[in-house]
């Protein structure tokens, strides 16, 4: 199955009544990576009011409304998160305090409108998984492997010639397995020899 995850670093802004919201969108596959770069900007604006933050890697995800009213900050950028679709992503929001209070209600906005700005700017990349087999195609069978290379357009041969014929190692993308190992059961007779190396 595909992953989606940041294309890239995004910023995401808000303004309201004097206060600024500065969101930093960014992949972070563990939470170490996520950890530094909240240091990172911590050191970046050191009179900033508060550096809230939300993350999700993998199944796991965590949240700091950093000294705001509770449920105002973190779990809101949580919640864009969640509902980007987007993997293994952070989201910092650097907050600079303009004079006049905005409430729950206007924090839990601005925290979620300059996120949701952040993850449109950073973008979304998708990963498809891959898969590595080996394989070896008797010469009465390698016409076999144009068949392949006609089912399977992301199919890659390594290999070479031996006296029984072509053997080596392909990959190919994940979703293109089954219709793979169906050309080879139904037209091979059991005479190609194949299996999965990342298993």
Known sequence: MAKIIPAGPGLGEHEDR????????????????????????RTEHPKACHHCWAWRIGNAYRFSDDGEPGGTAGRPMLQVLEGSGV???????VRYFGGTKLGTGGLARAYTAATARGVDDAGRFEIVPRVRLSLGLPFETLGLRTELEAICASIQFEGDFSTEGWE?????????LPRFQSL????????????????
Do not use: M, N, P
């Open 168 to 176: 080596g190692e392909v990959e190919l993308d994940e979703v293109e």
């Open 87 to 93: 993997e293994d992503i952070g989201a910092i929001c």
């Open 184 to 199: 080879l059961d139904e037209k091979s007779g059991g005479r190609v020899r194949w299996q999965r190396l990342d298993a």
């Open 18 to 41: 004097g206060s600024r919201f500065l969101t930093y969108v960014f992949h972070a596959a563990e939470e170490e990576v996520f950890l530094q770069r909240l240091e990172e900007l």
